[in-house]
């Protein structure tokens, strides 16, 4: 495999499907518009309306607080579903019996909607951010475990055969032979991770929650506030872009520099 020699810039602007993909939101915006002419602002508002609704909400001050309070509660699920789905992951597929035994049930759980377990969540953590925590660390769990799970186990024997020539403990495998080789599938893992993870607290503050942005997206929604809607849904938007964005970027880097693909993981 011959090494690529361009930086992760370089590929953004010279790939033509990475450029694509970048190009989308801007399609967005410009159907957006059209819409907005199509059905008027007052069902639709446009991007203009909608900018200024944010402003509008900044200044009033409801959107800070409440996307801070959204935003925290992403990184504390994410956080904890990237390091459970992260040992688990690896601890399956390290283990043929471990894999044969949990790997159906994992997957069948993940194919479950949660939403239809959102009661059990909201009876056991009750009102409040510990629910929304919950919900979302649930949400990205599966796929951090299911990504990792499938890297681990496409690590070649040959490897692992050269680590134990070497004398090189169980720690050191990890640290020297396995984690390198899956480095860039983990980075694909944690950016399915968080999308979920980000889904699952919204989720939660849609159907039920004292504070976020999802509440006040809901609150929007009945009373049919259509600005306020298309702003928060506009933030949330923008959010999530720029999350997977990053964790993309990394991605890149990553393939860069250790030459290295996921392509097969996902």
């Known amino acids: 495999m011959a090494t690529s020699t361009s930086s992760p810039v370089h590929r953004l602007v010279d790939d033509p499907v990475?450029?694509?993909r970048l190009l989308v939101p801007v399609a967005i915006v410009v159907g957006w518009e059209l819409l907005t002419l199509l059905l008027g602002a007052d069902l639709l508002p446009g991007p203009v309306q909608t900018l200024g609704?944010?402003?509008a909400g900044v200044k009033s001050g409801w959107v800070v607080p409440n996307l801070v309070n959204t935003l925290l509660t992403i990184a504390m699920g994410f956080a904890i579903a990237a390091v459970a789905g992260f040992v688990v992951g690896v601890a399956l597929?390290?283990?043929?019996?471990?894999y044969q035994f949990f790997e159906p049930f994992v997957l069948n759980t993940y194919a479950i909607p949660k939403i239809?377990?959102?009661?059990?969540?909201?009876f056991i953590f009750k009102l409040g951010m510990d629910q929304k925590v919950a919900f979302g660390a649930f949400h990205g769990f599966f796929p951090m475990v299911i990504i990792t799970m499938t890297a681990v186990r496409e690590l070649p024997d040959i490897y692992l055969d050269v680590g134990r020539s070497l004398g090189l403990s169980r720690l050191q495998t990890a640290r020297h032979i396995v984690l390198p080789y899956i480095i860039v599938h983990l980075v694909v893992a944690l950016r399915f991770a968080f999308s979920l993870t980000f889904?699952?607290?919204?989720?939660?503050?849609l159907f039920a929650a004292k504070s976020g942005i999802g509440l006040y997206l809901r609150n929007a929604?009945?009373?049919?506030?259509?600005?306020?809607?298309?702003a928060i849904v506009t933030i949330l938007m923008v959010v999530a872009f720029l999350g997977n964005l990053a964790f993309y970027a990394v991605q890149l880097y990553l393939e860069d520099r250790w030459n290295l693909s996921a392509e097969k993981v996902v």
Do not use: D, K, W
């Open 116 to 122: 239809v377990l959102f009661p059990i969540f909201l």
């Open 18 to 20: 990475t450029l694509g």
């Open 199 to 205: 889904l699952g607290v919204i989720l939660a503050e």
């Open 221 to 230: 929604m009945s009373v049919f506030n259509t600005q306020r809607i298309m």
């Open 53 to 55: 609704a944010i402003q």
């Open 93 to 98: 597929g390290s283990s043929e019996t471990g």
